[in-house]
């Protein structure tokens, strides 16, 4: 362990993997303030950077972008009261109003300063809980895992959109898609249509870069001028991040505390993501504070639960990915093809086979946070300026680093045509209200789901050897538990309302 340890520090810390976490870091943010821009973006385009990197470098790239990209977000919730990424929805409650009364600086401020105290919160949960669960997880055959799919499938499926037969519709499109190939028990050809091209199946990056990146892009170029015109940039050259006093932040140790609890939590419960933590951990502080009617109207407790609850969700999401192979959120679901791609199979074995990787990217990921910290802190009016960027001029661009990311994966044309042809099927998920999280997160478990089944089958004389497995119970139950759950839940709604 010991040497394990040193040996991923060392890695961190060499001049490449600084370099590229820092980059991944400062991108994150940039993608993050800009309105649209999300951090799952920004770490699906960076994904094709990392083809030729060191694997502790490439993620640290990414996870570079996804801590960077989260915090950047409060960037436009304060000064445009314009979410940067969804998980900054709850800021804008009250930084913006902070910011019309002439606080900007403390209201960014004090979100650097939290987003920081949640990253390095998550970074410990992260540490402590990972290599525990992954040695669990040891123990799992494939009727586990069988069931650990379904049971991601199930939850994804639930929360990822506003309406659950939506969700599970495209998650089955998903998973539908993960079918394309050759049958790798039978040998025979499914769904390729007579195309030499599907025969070794859909390639993950296209179909990721199509789906959150491309999708993007085409919503933009539905609206008209730049974030500038969407909302008043509050103070320009002049803002600078001021931080909440010692003693304000010592008072408010339990809203902090548990907003970092929280968000660590709904992170490592798979496809909850940033939005979800900072709503429960809005609510959480409310019923803690003292003065729960101003919030909504600039109060500092209302940021602080925001970003630290936002920012604690990034090292959770990286447990279930990193432990049990499943993403915890859409932005670790494009992670895990960067794991992928370095020849790194994301799960227990991970833990066994790569123990020093796995110390390097816990010191990535501590390096982006003191990097973000930093920068944010002192680039804020860089920032700022970023945010009169039109939207118009920054379609393209993407559009572009989209076409070169997915051709550079194979030098094959045909991914690019998968790239669009997912980006399309993205535009209109998203415009029907059925979202790309659980198709994305669909088609990763898909195929695992199937493989760890076709794999019982062959182990196992019946289905009902199902019933001698203890935890794939457990999972099974689980799962259904969270399908049936909101139906339960809204009878028993109506059930008091008619009472």
Not at 64 to 76: D, L, R
Not at 170 to 195: E, K
Not at 431 to 443: C, D, S, T
Request: aromatic share 8%; proline share 4%.
């Amino acid at each position: 362990m010991g040497s394990d340890l040193l040996a991923g520090i060392a890695t961190a810390c060499e001049p490449s993997a600084l370099v590229f976490t820092i980059v991944g870091t400062i991108l994150g943010i940039i993608f993050g303030a800009l309105p649209g821009l999300t951090s799952t973006m920004a770490v699906a385009l960076l994904i094709p950077l990392t083809y030729s990197l060191e694997p502790v470098a490439g993620m640290g790239m990414l996870v570079g972008a996804f801590c960077g990209g989260t915090a950047g977000g409060s960037v436009s919730a304060t000064l445009l009261k314009i979410p940067g990424t969804p998980s900054s929805i709850c800021t804008t409650f009250d930084a913006h109003p902070m910011a019309m009364r002439g606080k900007a600086g403390l209201a960014l401020g004090t979100s650097v300063l939290c987003s920081f105290i949640g990253g390095i919160f998550s970074l410990i949960a992260l540490v402590l809980i990972a290599p525990q669960l992954a040695s669990v997880a040891l123990q799992f055959g494939p009727l586990e895992y069988f069931s650990l799919a379904i049971l991601g499938l199930t939850i994804i499926a639930s929360i990822s959109s506003k309406s659950m037969i939506k969700g599970i519709i495209s998650g089955c499109i998903g998973v539908f898609a993960a079918f394309v190939g050759v049958d790798t028990v039978t040998g025979s050809n499914r769904l390729t249509f007579g195309s030499v091209n599907l025969t070794g199946g859909l390639q993950l990056l296209p179909v990721l870069i199509g789906l959150f990146a491309v999708s993007q892009a085409l919503t933009d170029a539905e609206g008209f001028g730049g974030a500038a015109e969407e909302g008043e940039i509050l103070g320009g050259k002049g803002i600078k991040a001021e931080f909440p006093k010692l003693k304000e932040m010592l008072e408010n140790w339990k809203i902090i505390l548990s907003s970092s609890v929280l968000g660590c939590l709904v992170g490592i419960l798979p496809g909850a993501g940033g939005s979800i933590a900072s709503f429960v951990a809005y609510d959480t502080a409310k019923h803690i504070s003292k003065t729960p009617e101003e919030f909504g109207k600039g109060n500092i407790q209302g940021v602080m639960a925001s970003e630290t609850s936002n920012n604690a969700m990034t090292g959770g999401a990286l447990v279930p990915m990193m432990a049990l192979g499943i993403p915890g959120d859409t932005c670790t679901a494009v992670m895990m093809g960067g794991l992928t791609i370095q020849g790194l199979r994301p799960g227990p074995m991970l833990f066994q086979s790569s123990m020093d990787t796995v110390y390097g990217i816990f010191v990535a990921l501590l390096i982006a946070n003191i990097g973000m910290f930093i920068f944010q802190t002192f680039g804020i009016r860089i920032f700022v300026q970023v945010l009169k960027v039109p939207r118009y001029m920054l379609t393209p661009f993407v559009l572009v680093l989209c076409t070169l990311g997915s051709y550079g994966l194979s030098k094959n044309l045909f991914d690019v045509g998968v790239m669009i042809f997912f980006g399309i099927i993205g535009y209109f998920a998203t415009k029907l209200g059925y979202g790309v999280a659980p198709m994305v997160l669909g088609f990763i478990l898909g195929g695992m789901a199937e493989k760890q089944l076709r794999s019982a089958t062959t182990m196992y004389d019946s289905a009902a050897m199902l019933f001698t497995r203890p935890i794939a119970c457990v999972l099974l139950a689980a799962a259904v538990l969270l399908v049936v759950y909101p139906y339960l839940k809204e009878k028993l709604n109506k059930r008091k309302r008619a009472a």
